[in-house]
């Protein structure tokens, strides 16, 4: 089955820094990849998400990047600010099979 | 209309008892997942719903646990003769499949977390 790695585990930055979160998958056939953005006491909630046939997409001050040859994935934060300190996860699925596999979260602390 | 319910929020249970944690998916929503998140750790998969398909039970981590859903409403996850370790926030998800277009955004309940003593 599919397995996810997800590096840092912790990370702090400095208000108005970039934070970077990398991810790996096993299964080439995984073409679907979201983050999930849980703040502290609270539910999941999806905030983007990349598809196998784009390698790059953004939305405002996040963006995410996807290396199908090398199997890997990032999510890029930048001009970071104190709302953005969570729990971020990525994910991968192939479509078609809905069940996700999640990696272990990063904490995310960004310091006013 | 209103999001993932789960109930009840909190539970708090004896060790070895039997205990049944409730989700209400979003109307329509196909597919359902449960689940566990231990304290300051990642999401661990334990089963997951689609349709009237027979259901992928690959991550429940033993035979005290088990799931219902009635076709595509409410599901149950079931945890007998609870034990200390399965103390844990259980979270459950649901997503609309295929029809979607964001192919298999999951939105999560607010979770119920079990303590057992």
């Known amino acids: 089955g599919e397995n996810v790695e997800q590096h840092p585990s912790t990370l702090s930055v400095q208000e108005g820094d970039s934070a970077v979160i990398k991810c790996t998958y096993s299964d080439s056939a995984s073409n679907y990849f979201p983050w999930y953005k849980q703040e502290l006491g609270k539910r999941p909630q999806l905030i983007i998400d990349i598809r196998s046939n784009v390698g790059e997409k953004k939305d405002q001050r996040i963006a995410v990047t996807l290396n199908k040859t090398a199997k890997h994935f990032s999510l890029h934060i930048t001009e970071t600010q104190p709302e953005d300190s969570a729990v971020y996860f990525c994910a991968a699925s192939v479509t078609g099979y809905q069940k996700v596999t999640f990696g272990t979260g990063t904490k995310l602390q960004v310091i006013p | 209309g209103a999001g993932v319910s789960q109930s009840p929020s909190n539970k708090v249970t004896e060790k070895g008892k039997d205990v049944e944690l409730r989700c209400d998916p979003i109307s329509g929503h196909t597919a359902l997942y449960w689940y566990r998140q231990r304290l300051g750790q990642g999401l661990e998969f334990l089963i997951y719903?689609?349709?009237?398909?027979?259901?992928?039970k690959s991550g429940l981590p033993s035979d005290r646990f088990s799931a219902e859903r009635t076709g595509e409403s409410v599901s149950t996850l079931t945890i007998q003769r609870t034990q200390q370790e399965d103390s844990a926030v259980y979270l459950c998800?649901?997503?609309?499949?295929?029809?979607?277009?964001?192919?298999?955004?999951?939105?999560f309940g607010p979770g119920t977390r079990l303590t057992v003593l």
């Open positions: 998800a649901s997503s609309l499949w295929p029809r979607s277009t964001s192919y298999n955004e999951q939105f």
């Open positions: 719903f689609q349709g009237n398909s027979a259901p992928d």
